[in-house]
């Protein structure tokens, strides 16, 4: 059921139905790394460099092979710090363009059903900056673990793919269900969700692919979503807010 999932949202990534999206998608998420990525290193260049010429002013001649290798840490760091950003910006450009990818795969792939109800733009937004923040602090965690020797990958991978395969599978849920219906669907099936997550997180770890990543989770949780929904009769399946 997963790995099927996971194969119609990959089919819908190159969609001529989604191909807009696509777009919007991978703009977005490139201008958002690249004006981290400026940041960050305009941070690191006005408050971190300078320490090494107020503490470090008579270093001689011989050693200056250190100012090279701080320069490499200095990238390589600047580098995970992006790496990591990743998964909170996924966060944040999957709540902009969710309710678009939703809308591509049920006309796409399940045209006999009764189509969603998007989110109110106001409860869309405000969901999204608390999925922001949860996905930063989980990967803050994450970070301090990476240090720790045997379990660094490991709670890279647990840590978003819990938190990526339960907020998205919650959006998805939402577009038919209230939020407390969503999560109680989200509970009911929290297996097979985070197993989703994971797929999520081993996607987000692939470099360059991983900037269609809002896209991917997009599409399989709402593909998730409705096959787990035809298998669970006891939660019934209608758009949110329909006869409410």
């Given amino acids: 059921m997963i790995l ?5 949202s990959l089919i819908n990534l190159f969609a001529p139905e989604t191909r807009s999206v696509f777009w919007k998608v991978l703009g977005l998420t490139i201008l958002v790394l690249v004006g981290l990525w400026l940041a960050l290193r305009q941070t690191f260049v ?15 001649d011989w050693a200056g092979w250190l100012t090279l290798v701080a320069a490499i840490f200095a990238g390589v760091g600047l580098a ?7 998964a909170p910006i996924t ?24 189509a969603g109800q ?19 602090a989980g990967n803050i965690l994450a970070l301090l673990l990476l240090f720790v020797p045997g379990i660094n990958l490991i709670a890279f991978f647990l840590v978003n793919g819990y938190l990526l395969g339960r907020e998205f599978f919650e959006f998805a849920a939402m577009r038919f269900r209230s939020p407390p219906e969503a999560r109680a669907f ?9 197993l989703a997550g994971l ?12 900037l269609l990543t809002p896209l991917f989770a997009a599409g399989l949780m709402v593909h998730l979503h409705k096959k787990i929904s035809r298998r669970d ?12």
Avoid at 124 to 136: E, M, N, R, T, W
Avoid at 186 to 194: A, D, I, L, P, Q
Wanted: glycine share 6%; proline share 8%; hydrophobic share 55%.
């Fill in 4 to 8: 099927d999932a996971a194969r119609l």
């Fill in 46 to 60: 006005s408050v971190v460099w300078p320490w090494f010429a107020v503490y470090m002013p008579d270093v001689p």
């Fill in 80 to 86: 995970l710090a992006l790496a990591l950003l990743i």
């Fill in 91 to 114: 966060a944040l450009i999957a709540g902009l363009f969710l309710d678009d990818v939703a809308e591509v795969v049920e006309k796409r792939d399940y045209p006999g059903d009764q």
């Fill in 118 to 136: 998007a989110m109110p733009l106001g409860q869309a937004i405000i969901s999204s900056l608390q999925f922001l923040g949860v996905v930063i």
């Fill in 186 to 194: 989200r509970s009911k099936h929290r297996g097979t969700v985070f």
């Fill in 199 to 210: 797929l999520i997180a081993c996607f987000l770890a692939v470099p360059i692919v991983n």
């Fill in 233 to 244: 009769p006891t939660f019934r399946l209608e758009p949110h807010g329909a006869g409410r």
